[in-house]
């Protein structure tokens, strides 16, 4: 199984919403990561877990809040979202031991729109 | 130093054609350098990626190619289809650490017209 699987593929939320995005990998990889990708923009890393422990935040704000449950599974939870935080939202796995290198792969994404 | 100056920013290229983008990175301790591919509203793909140890690579109809010295690599596609037509962003990295973070290019629009 080479694939990074994400739930869902759509949300709708209000900006008083509570929601949650899934991802799931089944490679044995030991890092995983959240980004934000905007309309025709690169994506923009947001956090990354090394073995289930938070490693890096790039000063995102409080409403997002991630959550690394074992290996496989990495959570971000959504609320009280701005309008300005409708995107694409991918998460990534790599192997995250340094001799393998830095091979990251991708979800799908979750397009996110906040009303 | 950070960055990573993608060109250009859109691309036409004809069915069969070469298609090539180019970016240019500053910072000398990126040494790991991928390629993804990007279709509308679906995630960025691993296409290639090399490491600065070789000058060119190949996988298929794309190629990498390398230059340390001038701090710049490219994509070529060769014999473009139209189902190439995606968007290409190119990144850079440190190579070997748990969780290096991607440097990523502003990314290039190709159309591969039939």
């Known amino acids: 199984d080479t694939e990074v699987t994400q739930t869902p593929k759509h949300l709708v939320m209000g900006m008083t919403n509570k929601k949650s995005l899934k991802c799931e990998q089944h490679?044995?990889?030991?890092?995983m990561y959240w980004y934000k990708q905007k309309a025709k923009k690169p994506p923009e890393l947001m956090f990354v877990y090394s073995y289930e422990k938070l490693s890096i935040n790039e000063s995102v704000p409080s409403r997002f809040s991630p959550e690394c449950p074992n290996s496989s599974l990495l959570n971000l939870h959504l609320h009280a979202l701005q309008p300005e935080d409708s995107a694409l939202y991918l998460c990534?796995?790599?192997?995250?031991?340094?001799?393998?290198?830095?091979?990251?792969?991708f979800g799908p994404g979750t397009r996110l729109t906040v009303l | 130093q950070q960055q990573v100056k993608q060109s250009p920013q859109s691309l036409i290229v004809q069915k069969g054609g070469i298609s090539i983008i180019n970016c240019a990175y500053e910072n000398t301790a990126f040494d790991y350098f991928p390629w993804y591919q990007q279709f509308p509203g679906k995630g960025p793909a691993l296409l290639i990626a090399i490491r600065p140890d070789v000058s060119e690579k190949k996988e298929g109809r794309f190629t990498i190619s390398f230059n340390k010295s001038a701090k710049q690599f490219s994509l070529h596609i060769m014999d473009s289809q139209p189902g190439d037509s995606a968007t290409y962003f190119c990144a850079a990295s440190p190579y070997g650490g748990a969780t290096n973070k991607l440097i990523f290019g502003t990314g290039t629009l190709l159309a591969v017209q039939p």
């Open positions: 990534a796995s790599s192997p995250g031991r340094p001799v393998k290198g830095n091979e990251q792969f």
């Open positions: 490679m044995g990889h030991r890092a």
